[in-house]
């Protein structure tokens, strides 16, 4: 069967699933959205979020950018890359072109029509998460017609829809052109327009986010007519809102605070199925002078963490422990046991290395929202002997200081998009990538090799190979891979966590709440 054959008939199936869980409704048909939900996030909400061109490669963003905004290709209920703006979209028969055609009569809600031209523009204006990567791959953009807009790559790119119909990055969301030529980049963080299922109405800084239902939504109204995200960093007052009424739903519970919730009549604790890991990131190995440039420091630091006793700390036992950085559920990922909790070897690796008494490692910097497991694995450490002192930031500053590599000595990485293998290790383990402290020649050469590959065996192989070198060198410190526990109290009568292919967050469109 050619491929245009089989596209064929991939649009035909997909044709007939939209008739009955996709497709959107009549304007008759639609509910009048009604009622607020409000939902308490682990984090402060930055404004960089409402702008996807800057959005870093993390899934917390997502919560709020697949409210307001929408993408060509994304996934939704029952699709892992569903069409959303475009109705379809076809490969070439030689891998180069991708086409979509956008849906009839779609506007952004501030009623400009949607078109090829934000498309482009979108795609051109972007600087986010494998912005490189995908230039170096996409060579023109080009507009048809006002509905259909096609993407000529400079050869084929197994992964371009990996990146440009997933979380793996944001280049896929449509933004108003005409709107942010008027306002410009920061009139539009300040007030986004976008065409997803939901309207900005207000931000207060630091505090909280209104959202209102966009009834003219291609899939369907929004059940809920008010969405309040707000911000509150603090996993006990989390759990207390949702305990108490003042919050429907807390994202990212601690494992503690979670456990004190599960005997409260009314509320659930579900656990995510998203893409996420945590990891030890030593970002000082490249440098000769560190401690951390010594294998078997890092090897010390792998076999000090008791990752299952951090699990059942910080996930009630539901986050596995981890031997890579590359979360489990991926395509491509390498299925490998964690390295064993050994404390004595710790010390005596680091005896080896030449600090028999252990050694002053400085400050230790986690992804901000996640206590328990931050605490747990920093005390392993200075039990051993790798003295560390915690020192806190925000989600935007440590993200920022991240990919501008300003964090120093040893952090705590956590990500949470999707893709596969040859994502994350575009991101964080190829030298060039975004998030990358230093690297490998034999690792880039793979890492570009597997990229050219359409043989999807072959590729898989030089991936798994990666994934490898990365544990036979000590690159990282897997910890565990996350899954998020939420808090949903008793006015939530859908919630849709874990409905969306790999993400944490609600299909807000599809909720609903009692009156």
Known sequence: MTRLRRYAWFLSALIALLAVSGAPANAADRPEPKGKAVMAWHVTISPTWFDPSTAPPQITPFGMLYAIHDALVRPYPGYKMGPSLAEKWEEGEDGKTYTFTLRPNLK???????T??????????????????????????????????????????????TFYGTTASAVGIVLPKKYIEQVGD????????????????SNTPGVEIVLEAFADYWRRAPAIKALVMRSVPEATTRALMVKTGEADIAYALDGPDAEGLKSVPGIQIVATKHASIFWLDFSDQWNEKS????????????????????????????????????????????????????????????????????FDAGQFTPNPGFPTVADATMNYLNAVGIRLTMKQMERATFTSDWQMHK?????????????NAASRVEAFIQSKGAYSYGGYPDIDELYLA??????????????LKIQQLTIDRAMYG???????????GPRITKHTITDVWMSPFPSYEDMEIKD
């Not at 897997?478 to 949903?488: E, H, K, N, T, Y």
Request: aromatic share 10%; glycine share 8%.
């Open 478 to 488: 897997p910890i565990v891979d996350l899954r998020a526990l939420m808090g949903i």
């Open 108 to 114: 952004f809600h501030n009623g400009d029509p949607l």
């Open 116 to 161: 090829a031209e934000d498309v482009k523009f979108s795609f051109d204006r972007y600087k986010g998460a494998g912005a490189t990567t995908i230039r170096e791959h996409v060579d023109t953009v080009e507009i048809v017609d006002p509905r259909t807009v096609r993407f000529h790559l400079k050869e084929p790119w197994p992964d371009f829809m």
């Open 407 to 419: 964090l120093k000595g040893l952090f705590m990485a956590t990500a949470g998009n999707s893709g």
């Open 186 to 201: 920061d009139g539009f963080k300040k007030h986004p327009i976008g065409a997803g299922p939901y309207k900005f109405v």
């Open 291 to 358: 401690p951390w440039h010594d294998i078997r420091v890092r090897q010390a630091a792998n076999y000090a963490l008791d990752r299952q006793a951090i699990n059942e700390a910080a996930c009630l036992g539901f986050c596995p422990p981890a031997g890579v950085i590359v979360p489990r559920v991926m395509d491509f990922a390498l299925q490998v046991e964690p390295i064993p909790y050994d404390p004595d070897k710790a010390k005596k690796l680091l005896a080896e290395a030449g600090y028999p008494n252990g």
């Open 450 to 463: 597997q990229a050219r590959e359409r043989d999807g065996k072959k590729r898989e192989e030089m991936l």
